[in-house]
């Protein structure tokens, strides 16, 4: 038995699941055995006397964790010595949930994966299901979505900004952010009939059309949102406990973070370019015009510039959608790529005949297809490679979720770093378990 | 793999879609014709296969040369970003499993998918690791979920499920509703036993209860 497993679970406390616990120490012990060979001759004799080495469970409950991470921390005092992250704590196998489920019935679980910005995975997954089927969407819709995806990244900005400030001791941005959010919930609410898991999005289209009164307060919560930002900016662009605690911490390279495959503001806080809205425009980013943030620091602090910039800056595009959107229809006129409207449905027996068909059997990608379609999410790089048989379930769903590909970023940035920052980098790096565990 | 698993559905094999020419979403950056023909000139038969569909082209590759594969695309074409790897249960009889690699060359503005074919005999790729870094948690992920066994990865740990877990949840013939007792949980009180079946009145048995219940009065009346 291993020495670290052996002094953590010093009463036989694993009992459960206990050959993945001890894998997860043994692992952490024999990472980087290197380092601790080298500290092996300096201490040969000293036998750590301050009694500084120490192995610390933080998680998979734990509020500074943002969800159900766990980190397993070898500690010399202060400093993160070694860290092994452990995931999978909401692991609901979502991908084999697709294989059994239609392509249009998958998409409300679309929701539960990053359960901040849900509207932005379900227009991920319809995208991804209409590349693999070939179908183009009406530009009404095009626009919705694309102005709907912004308020979803302001939306998922806004609880990063008020949860990480909460973790270096700021209450009250806290409360500011969450008055925000209240906002855009209820025009989510008006678009979408719900105000949480929307759902709003569908294969060929979107589900409904906008109100008036949705045109309304997008417009007036576009308009007024940048100010509310720059009234934050005025507390936190040069606050000295919070530039104290977010500046040189988690610094990563651009060689690190390329190599890492970090995504998202991440990348961009460390002066890549990088963003699937210019790389690969997809809805309607290309006819609009807004600038992508770079900071080149690569520190928390620049993190939190780039994020407050993209907030500023899905105000704009939202104003030029509301200004480019015409009238006109919001989903395929084809029974056998989507749903028809509801007024076909109630009124005429083939309306019928196609919602119930398009329910049971649905899209229907030629066999073999498999494709692949990203989206900027507001954590990142969001894709969906699809692979179809055929038939209306698709053969293999595959997530290509931020949230994950960020977390093993943070295994690294952790080490080296000191306990105290510890939540800071967890807040930085913005993770959705939900996503992140499938 | 025990003798209850199995499963049977129509593998997806043969005839591929006709190349897709107007895609309304397909991207400029899969346009990846030229590297394609690097990689053609450089490792010749060992290029399997180039297949199209809505503008993605997939290079598939045998095993062997995965790894040169990966070290030319990185070091002379310069794709330097790994975004993702997926693996897939194609369900035939003869090379079962595909990993496809999705990398992209940030520079250049290229998506290049990579894929790569695995027997049920074999079961093993060379790891990615120490070429792109990003891979580790990736293939961990494609052994947890598929089994398939990357030599030389640094922490050939699963990446959801627990170590106590036997199975490979995406291969087929693994049951949508789990495997009755393979995942055990926590006792339901401090004295309960483990409660082995997260499902089990889906495979038809009764959950077994912490406590007594009371005999029903309006029963006994009729």
Redesign the interface.
């Known amino acids: 038995m291993s020495s670290i497993a052996s002094y953590v679970d010093q009463n036989n406390t694993f009992s ?5 616990n ?3 120490y043994q ?1 952490l012990e024999s ?1 980087h055995a290197w380092l601790e060979r080298s500290k092996v001759k300096a201490a040969a004799d000293e036998e750590d006397p301050l009694d500084n080495e120490m192995v610390l469970n933080i998680g998979p409950q734990h509020p500074a964790t943002h969800g159900v991470l766990r980190c397993a921390v070898k500690l010399d005092g202060e400093r993160i010595e070694k860290c092994v992250l452990d ?2 704590y909401l ?1 609901r ?1 979502i ?3 697709a ?2 489920k239609t392509y249009q019935e998958f998409m409300p679980y679309t929701d539960r994966m990053d359960y901040l910005s849900p509207y932005s995975t379900n227009v991920g997954w319809c ?1 991804a299901v ?3 089927a ?3 969407i009406p530009d009404r819709a095009a626009w919705i979505r694309t102005m709907m995806c912004e308020l979803a990244r302001i939306s998922s900005h806004l609880l990063w900004l008020g949860v990480g400030l909460m973790d270096a001791g700021a209450v009250s941005v806290f409360l500011w952010t969450f008055e925000q959010r209240e906002n855009i919930y209820t025009i989510f609410d008006e678009v979408a009939g719900a105000r949480f898991t929307v759902s709003h999005s569908r294969i060929g289209g979107v589900a409904t059309d906008l109100s008036p009164k949705a045109i309304h307060l997008l417009d007036s919560f576009s308009k007024d949102f940048p100010k509310v930002v720059e009234g934050w900016e005025k507390l936190l662009n040069r606050n000295r406990i919070w530039i104290d605690r977010s500046q040189g911490v988690g610094v990563l390279s651009p060689e690190e973070v ?4 970090m995504t998202g503001p991440n990348l961009r806080g460390s002066g ?1 370019a ?1 963003d699937m809205r210019t ?2 425009p ?1 809805l309607k980013y290309s006819e609009l015009d807004y600038d992508v943030p770079i900071r080149t620091e690569g520190d928390s602090l620049a993190r939190y510039f780039v994020r407050i910039a993209e907030l500023k800056e899905s105000c704009k595009i939202i104003q030029q959608c509301l200004q480019a959107m015409q009238p006109g229809p919001i989903r395929v006129d084809d029974a056998k790529r989507s749903y028809p409207s509801k007024d076909e449905v109630y009124y005429s027996m083939e309306g019928m005949i196609h919602d119930f068909m398009y329910t049971s059997e649905g899209v229907t990608p ?9 989206i900027e999410a507001p954590k990142g ?1 969001l ?1 969906f ?1 699809i ?1 179809s ?1 055929g038939t209306g379930h698709p ?2 769903a ?1 997530l ?1 979720s931020p949230s ?2 960020n ?2 970023g943070l295994e690294s940035m952790l080490e080296g770093a000191v306990m105290g920052d510890m939540v800071i980098l967890i807040g930085t790096i913005d993770p959705v378990m939900g996503e992140a ?2 | 793999m025990s003798e209850s698993l199995k499963f049977t559905f ?1 593998p ?1 094999d ?5 190349a ?1 020419s107007s ?7 899969t346009e990846t014709d030229d590297d394609i023909a690097v990689l053609k000139e450089k490792f010749g038969d060992s290029i399997c296969e180039v297949s199209q ?2 503008g ?1 082209r ?1 290079v598939r590759v045998t095993p062997e040369v995965l790894k040169r594969v990966v070290y030319l695309l990185r070091d002379e074409l310069a794709y ?5 790897i ?4 194609r369900f035939t009889d003869e090379d079962r499993y595909a990993v ?1 690699y ?1 990398i992209v060359s ?1 520079s250049r ?1 290229k ?1 290049f ?1 990579l894929m790569v074919w695995v027997d049920e005999s074999a079961m093993s790729l060379d790891s990615i690791t120490d070429v ?3 891979a ?2 990736n293939e961990r992920e494609v052994f947890d ?1 598929f089994g398939i066994v990357f030599a030389g990865h640094p ?1 050939p ?8 877990f036997e199975h490979h ?2 291969r087929k013939e ?1 049951p ?1 509703l789990g495997i009755p007792g393979s995942l ?1 949980l ?1 006792p339901n009180t401090p004295e309960g036993a ?1 409660n082995y079946d997260p499902f089990s009145a889906a495979h038809g048995n009764k959950p077994s209860k912490s406590y007594e219940e009371p005999v029903s009065t309006m029963a006994s009346k009729n």
């Open positions: 459960f699941w206990p050959r993945h001890q894998a997860l692992r990472k995931i999978g692991h196998g991908e084999k949930l294989e059994a995208l209409e590349k693999a070939g179908i183009a390329v190599a890492l495959g890549i990088h790389f690969e997809y030629p066999r073999g297809a498999r494709s692949y379609h990203a790089e894709g490679m692979e048989d053969w293999r595959h290509n994950f590909t977390l093993q565990d499938k | 129509t997806v043969g005839a591929k879609p006709a897709a895609n309304p979403h397909a991207k400029a950056t569909y809505a993605e997939t330097n970003y790994l975004a993702d997926a693996g897939i249960d496809v999705n940030i503005g998506r998918f792109y870094k990003a580790n948690w979920m922490d740990r699963r990446m959801f499920m627990p170590e106590d949840p995406l693994f949508l055990p926590p483990l």
